[in-house]
C-alpha cells in the first residue's frame, strides 16, 4: 500500500499546522477526524437568514447551544378565543390541498388536527409540500392566530414528538424579527441527530461524582425534555459546566500569579507597626480589624504575592487594616501606595491617613490629577529616589512618568471601578523580578454567590463589626410635601444644635427642557432652592463631579471644618466621606439609586457620637427602598438585593465585574456553584495548567468560553 500523502492541512482538516513528520516516515496511510458536522452553516434563506445572523446563529453548533429561555404552557383546541395568538401541540388527523383561485397562489394546505380537548382546520399557505410531510398521526407545535369556527391560520410550525410536549409545554426561544420562536423548535429539532456530534469537557469521574448526564444528553433534555424535571436536569448540568469554567479561569489566574514572580517578604520584626497599634491609634480596634491585620501580617511575610480583598461594612474600618500593610512595607524601608478611583476619595484617604499616623516620622504624599506641576516633580522625584515611603493617589499613581524606587505593597480602593490593564499598571510598578502585595478594598458588600464569580482569584476577608461608639442610623421612607416639610424641618432641628445634613440629588443639572413632573430632582437647582429657602438662616454648599477641582476642594474643605452646614450633591460623596458631625442624610429620587449605592451614601451619617437619620424620598412600594428602611446591615442587604434582581440583573451588577450568564441562575445555582468550585480547586491543585489527558477538553472549552486560556477570565 502506498504511503499516505502528507499535506499541511492540521491535524483537524484545517489548514496552518504541519502533521507529524513521522508520519511521513512509517509510510502509513492516514486517516485524519473529518470536521465537526457542527461545524456546518445554516441552510437558511431571507428573513430566517437575517433573523439568525441577528441572533449570532451561523452554525449548526450555535443554533443547539441557543438553548430555550423557558418552557411555557401550550394553549389547547377548548381554550382558543376568537382572534386570539396562541401556541399549540396537535396531531394531524387528516391533511389535503385546497387550490385558491388567484393566478400564481400555490395551493392551501387545510389540516384537520386535534388533542385532547377537540378538533379543528389548520390553515397553511404557500406551502403545498407539507401536505406529504405532516401525515396523519404526526404531531407538530402550531403557532398563528385562531379565527373562530375551529379554525386556526398557521404562522410558523415544527414537528414534535410525544416526548418534546409530554407536559403539555413548548420551550420559548429568543427570537427576532423574521425568526420565530417555533421556527427555532422547527430548526432544532431537524439539528436533533447531530447531538453526538457535541464533546464534553467533563471528566468522567466529575461527572458521575455528581451524577449529572453528559453534554448531549444535558442538551437534549433542555430542548426536547419530556418534563420541566428533565429539563431542569439537563440545564443544572449545563450550569455546572459554565460555572466550572469562571472558576477554572479565576483560580488558574491565582495559581499562576502566585508561581510567577515573587513579593519581598516583610518578615523583620515591627517596629513602626507596633508603637503605632500599642498606642497609636484614637479608638479600640475591633475583633473583625484585629483578625484582617493579623492575616495581613502573615501573607505580607511570604514572598508569595498578597491578592486579598477586604470587604468592609461602611464604617467598619477598612482603612486601618489597609495603612498597617503600608506601615508594614515602610518600616522595612520600601514603597507602599493606596490608590482611590477619585480625587474627592484620595484626597479623603490622604487626610484620614495623616490622622491616623498622628506623630511618627512618616512622610505622605497626594499625587493626582490636580497636583501643581512644581508639586507633582518633587513627589516623582522622591518617589524614583526611594526618599518617599508612602503615596496616597488616583490613576495619575500609575501614569508611564511615575517610578517607584522599591515599589512593594499597593492598596486598591473601591477596586472594582479600576480595569484588568490599570491593575495590571500598578504591579508594573514593582522592581523588575518582582511584584507588590497588593490589598483590593471595596465598601460594596459583595454576596458570597457574586464574590466566587467576580473575585474568586483573591483571598477574602470581611469586616462585619463597627467600631465601638457609632450610633445606629433610622432611615424614614418618605413621599409628599406634607412628610417633605417635616423633613426639612428634622433638618432644620439638627442644624440648631450644631449638626450637619447631606442632601443628595441623582443629577447635576435639570434636563435642558425645565423641571417637569416625571423629572429628577438637580442638585444645582435644589441648592439655590434650599439657600434661598429652606434653609436660608444655614451656610448651604454644593458639590459634583463637574465642578472645578478647586470649587470641589473648597466645598468640601468647608463641610468637614464645620464652616458650611448644609452639603448639596451628587452620589460624589457615595465613598470616602467622613464628617462625623454630619447627622442627617436626606436622598432626593432613592428609587434612581441601587441598595448598595443607598446604603453607601446612607453611612455617611452616624459616624461620630449622635443618633442620625436617613430620608429616603421615593415611591413608597418599592421594595428596594422598604429593604433600606428595614434593615442596617450591609451584607443583608447585598443579599436581599440579589435575591430581588435574580440572575437577569445581577452579573450587570457595576462591582461584579463578570459578563451574564447563559444558563446559570443566581443565587439560585448557589449549590452548584459551590460544587463547581470545589471541582475547579481539585482540578487545578492536581493540573494548574490543565495538560493531564482527562483536562484536555477542559483546556479547550476554557480557551474557547473565555478567549484567553492565558489570562483565565476578563477581570
Given at each position: ?45 431571507g428573513k430566517a437568514a437575517d433573523g439568525a445572523a441577528a441572533l449570532g446563529l451561523q452554525t449548526v453548533g450555535d443554533l443547539l447551544d441557543h438553548l430555550p429561555r423557558a418552557r411555557r404552557e401550550a394553549r389547547t383546541v377548548a381554550t382558543l378565543a376568537n382572534g386570539e395568538a396562541a401556541t399549540l401541540v396537535v396531531e394531524v388527523r387528516a391533511i389535503t390541498q385546497r387550490p385558491v383561485r388567484r393566478r400564481g397562489m400555490r395551493p392551501l394546505v387545510e389540516a384537520t388536527v386535534f388533542d385532547e380537548t377537540g378538533t379543528m382546520k389548520a390553515t397553511f399557505f404557500n406551502q403545498p409540500w407539507l401536505a406529504g410531510r405532516y401525515r396523519p398521526g404526526t404531531r407538530v407545535v402550531l403557532h398563528g392566530k385562531y379565527e373562530g369556527r375551529a379554525s386556526f391560520r398557521v404562522s410558523h410550525h415544527a414537528i414534535t414528538d410525544e416526548a418534546a410536549a409530554g407536559d ?548
Amino acid at each position: 500500500m502506498a504511503a499516505a500523502r502528507i499535506e499541511n492541512t492540521g491535524p483537524r482538516g484545517f489548514a496552518g499546522s504541519r502533521r507529524p513528520d513521522n508520519a511521513e516516515l512509517l509510510g502509513a496511510p492516514i486517516r485524519w477526524p473529518r470536521p465537526s458536522l457542527l461545524e456546518a452553516e445554516l441552510d437558511l434563506t431571507g428573513k430566517a437568514a437575517d433573523g439568525a445572523a441577528a441572533l449570532g446563529l451561523q452554525t449548526v453548533g450555535d443554533l443547539l447551544d441557543h438553548l430555550p429561555r423557558a418552557r411555557r404552557e401550550a394553549r389547547t383546541v377548548a381554550t382558543l378565543a376568537n382572534g386570539e395568538a396562541a401556541t399549540l401541540v396537535v396531531e394531524v388527523r387528516a391533511i389535503t390541498q385546497r387550490p385558491v383561485r388567484r393566478r400564481g397562489m400555490r395551493p392551501l394546505v387545510e389540516a384537520t388536527v386535534f388533542d385532547e380537548t377537540g378538533t379543528m382546520k389548520a390553515t397553511f399557505f404557500n406551502q403545498p409540500w407539507l401536505a406529504g410531510r405532516y401525515r396523519p398521526g404526526t404531531r407538530v407545535v402550531l403557532h398563528g392566530k385562531y379565527e373562530g369556527r375551529a379554525s386556526f391560520r398557521v404562522s410558523h410550525h415544527a414537528i414534535t414528538d410525544e416526548a418534546a410536549a409530554g407536559d403539555g409545554a413548548v420551550p420559548h426561544y429568543a427570537a427576532t424579527d423574521g425568526l420565530s420562536s417555533t421556527q427555532i423548535f422547527a430548526i432544532v429539532s431537524g439539528a436533533r441527530p447531530l447531538l453526538g456530534e457535541l464533546t464534553d469537557a467533563l471528566p468522567a469521574r466529575m461527572r458521575a461524582g455528581h451524577q449529572m448526564p453528559d453534554r448531549a444528553a444535558a442538551v437534549a433534555c433542555v430542548h426536547f425534555g419530556e418534563t420541566a424535571a428533565q429539563t431542569e436536569a439537563g440545564r443544572r448540568r449545563l450550569a455546572f459546566e459554565e460555572l466550572l469554567m469562571t472558576q477554572l479561569g479565576l483560580l488558574r489566574r491565582r495559581a499562576r500569579r502566585r508561581g510567577g514572580d515573587p513579593a519581598v517578604a516583610l518578615c523583620d520584626e515591627p517596629s513602626l507597626t507596633g508603637r503605632w497599634l500599642a498606642g497609636g491609634l484614637p479608638f479600640e480596634l475591633t475583633g473583625d480589624q484585629r483578625s484582617a491585620i493579623r492575616t495581613v501580617d502573615g501573607e505580607l511575610g511570604q514572598a508569595i504575592p498578597m491578592q486579598r480583598l477586604l470587604m468592609g461594612e461602611v464604617g467598619s474600618g477598612k482603612t486601618v487594616v489597609a495603612l498597617f500593610a503600608m506601615l508594614r512595607a515602610a518600616e522595612h524601608g520600601r514603597q507602599a501606595v493606596l490608590m482611590a478611583p477619585t480625587e474627592t476619595l484620595a484626597e479623603q484617604h490622604f487626610a484620614t491617613i495623616q490622622r491616623l499616623v498622628g506623630g511618627e516620622n512618616l512622610t505622605l504624599a497626594l499625587l493626582t490629577g490636580s497636583t501643581p506641576a512644581a508639586r507633582r516633580a518633587d513627589i516623582l522625584g522622591k518617589l524614583g529616589s526611594g526618599e518617599l515611603l508612602v503615596a496616597i493617589g488616583t490613576h495619575a499613581l500609575i501614569e508611564p512618568t511615575v517610578e517607584f524606587a522599591s515599589l512593594t505593597v499597593a492598596v486598591v480602593d473601591e477596586q472594582h471601578r479600576f480595569g484588568v490593564r490599570q491593575r495590571a499598571a500598578l504591579d508594573a510598578k514593582a522592581p523588575a523580578g518582582l511584584v507588590p502585595h497588593v490589598l483590593h478594598m471595596t465598601a460594596t458588600p459583595i454576596p458570597r454567590t457574586l464574590a466566587l464569580c467576580a473575585h474568586g482569584d483573591l483571598d477574602q476577608s470581611r469586616l462585619n463589626e463597627l467600631p465601638r461608639g457609632r450610633q445606629a442610623i433610622e432611615t424614614h421612607l418618605a413621599g409628599g410635601e406634607r412628610e417633605r416639610e417635616r423633613a426639612y424641618e428634622r433638618i432644620r432641628e439638627e442644624l440648631r444644635r450644631g449638626r450637619q445634613a447631606f442632601v443628595v440629588c441623582p443629577l447635576v443639572d435639570e434636563p435642558d427642557d425645565g423641571p417637569s413632573a416625571v423629572s429628577a430632582r438637580a442638585a444645582t437647582a435644589e441648592y439655590e432652592r434650599l439657600a434661598a429657602g429652606e434653609f436660608a438662616d444655614f451656610r448651604v454648599v454644593l458639590l459634583h463631579g463637574q465642578l472645578h477641582h478647586r470649587d470641589k476642594q473648597a466645598a468640601m474643605a468647608a463641610f468637614a471644618a464645620g464652616e458650611a452646614d448644609v452639603l448639596v450633591a451628587t452620589s460624589v460623596v457615595e465613598v470616602g466621606i467622613d464628617v462625623p458631625n454630619a447627622t442627617v442624610m436626606l436622598i432626593e429620587n432613592a428609587e434612581r439609586f441601587g441598595i448598595s449605592q443607598l446604603h453607601q451614601l446612607r453611612g455617611r451619617v452616624g459616624r461620630g457620637e449622635h443618633s442620625s437619620v436617613c430620608l429616603l424620598f421615593g415611591p413608597k412600594g418599592s421594595q428596594r427602598l422598604q429593604a433600606l428602611a428595614n434593615h442596617t446591615d450591609g451584607f443583608e442587604l447585598a443579599e436581599i438585593d440579589l435575591e430581588m434582581r435574580r440572575e437577569g440583573e445581577l452579573i450587570g451588577t457595576r462591582q461584579s465585574g463578570i459578563s451574564e450568564f447563559r444558563v446559570a441562575r443566581l443565587p439560585g445555582d448557589e449549590e452548584l456553584l459551590e460544587w463547581a468550585r470545589s471541582a475547579a480547586a481539585e482540578v487545578i491543585a492536581a493540573d494548574p495548567e490543565l495538560r493531564l489527558p482527562e483536562h484536555v477538553l477542559l483546556a479547550d472549552a476554557l480557551a474557547t468560553a473565555h478567549g484567553s486560556v492565558d489570562l483565565g477570565i476578563p477581570a
